[in-house]
C-alpha cells in the first residue's frame, strides 16, 4: 500500500541553524501539507502546496519557514534560522486529485532545537 | 472560525469494555469532512475514517463504530470490545476548504489507556 514517507525521522539541531525536512507524498497525489505537534498537543496546521506554489499558509509559517517541491517526488519544508519553540513533530501529508480527497499522513519528523 | 471540540483528554478502560469518543465541531461552511485519526505510541497519524457533511449514515467497521449527527454537531466514535493495542492518542479533525486548498483543523486529542 502506498503511503507518504519522511526523512530524517529525528533530526537534532542547534539554535539559529537551518533545517531541511524530507517528505515523499504518495506518488499521483497532487495536495501537499506540512502540519507540525509540539509535544503533547494537537496537531497544527503550517501550510498547503499545490500545483507548485503555496495555497494556504498558517499564522505559524512565517519567513522563516519555506517548502519546496524540488522534483517529481519530494516535497522539504525549510526552516532557515530555528529557534527553541520549533521543537516539535512535523508531519507531512498528501492527498490525491481534489482539495476534499483523504489528507494521509507520513510518520512524522521530531524536530529538536537545543 | 472552524473548532474541534474533544472533551474528554483522557480515559481508561480494561479490555473488552466499550469506550465512546465525544467530538464537537463548529463550522459556518454548509459542506465539510470529518476525520478521526489514531495516533498510537509510535507517533504517526493513522487514518480511519472520513465523513462527508451530507452522509449522516452511522458506519461501522468491524470494532469501531461512528455516529455522526449534525443536529448537535457531533461525530462519536465508538470502539467495542476494545483491545490493549487500541491504546492510542485519537483526534478528531474537521476539513476546512479555503483557496483551493483543504487544511484539517485538529481537536485536542483523546488518550485511550486500554489495560489488561
Known amino acids: 500500500e502506498p503511503e507518504v514517507t519522511q526523512t530524517p525521522s529525528h533530526q537534532v539541531t542547534q539554535m539559529g541553524q537551518e533545517v531541511i525536512l524530507r517528505c515523499v507524498p504518495i506518488?499521483?497525489?497532487?495536495?501537499f501539507y506540512w502540519y507540525r505537534q509540539i509535544l503533547g498537543q494537537k496537531v497544527e496546521f503550517l501550510v498547503s502546496?499545490?500545483?507548485?506554489?503555496?495555497?494556504?499558509k498558517s499564522e505559524i509559517f512565517d519567513d522563516q519557514f519555506s517548502v519546496e517541491r524540488p522534483d517529481g517526488s519530494n516535497f522539504t519544508l525549510k526552516i532557515r534560522s530555528t529557534k527553541l519553540e520549533d521543537s516539535a513533530m512535523y508531519f507531512c501529508a498528501s492527498s490525491a486529485g481534489e482539495p476534499t480527497d483523504t489528507q494521509y499522513f507520513g510518520p512524522g519528523t521530531r524536530l529538536t532545537v537545543l | 472560525a472552524q473548532k474541534v471540540t474533544q472533551a474528554q483528554t483522557e480515559i481508561s478502560v480494561v479490555e473488552k469494555e466499550d469506550v465512546t469518543l465525544d467530538c464537537v465541531y463548529e463550522?459556518?461552511?454548509?459542506?465539510?469532512?470529518l476525520f478521526w485519526y489514531k495516533q498510537p505510541p509510535s507517533g504517526e497519524l493513522v487514518f480511519l475514517i472520513r465523513r462527508n457533511s451530507f452522509d449522516e449514515q452511522n458506519e461501522i467497521s468491524g470494532r469501531y463504530s461512528w455516529n455522526f449527527q449534525k443536529s448537535t454537531s457531533s461525530f462519536n466514535f465508538t470502539i467495542t470490545a476494545s483491545q490493549v493495542v487500541d491504546s492510542a492518542v485519537y483526534f478528531c479533525?474537521?476539513?476546512?476548504?479555503?483557496?483551493?486548498?483543504?487544511?484539517?483543523?485538529f481537536g485536542k486529542g483523546m488518550k485511550l489507556t486500554v489495560n489488561p
Open positions: 463550522t459556518r461552511d454548509t459542506t465539510y469532512y
Open positions: 502546496f499545490y500545483n507548485n506554489e503555496i495555497s494556504e
Open positions: 479533525a474537521l476539513s476546512e476548504t479555503r483557496g483551493g486548498s483543504e487544511k484539517l483543523v
Open positions: 506518488s499521483n497525489h497532487l495536495y
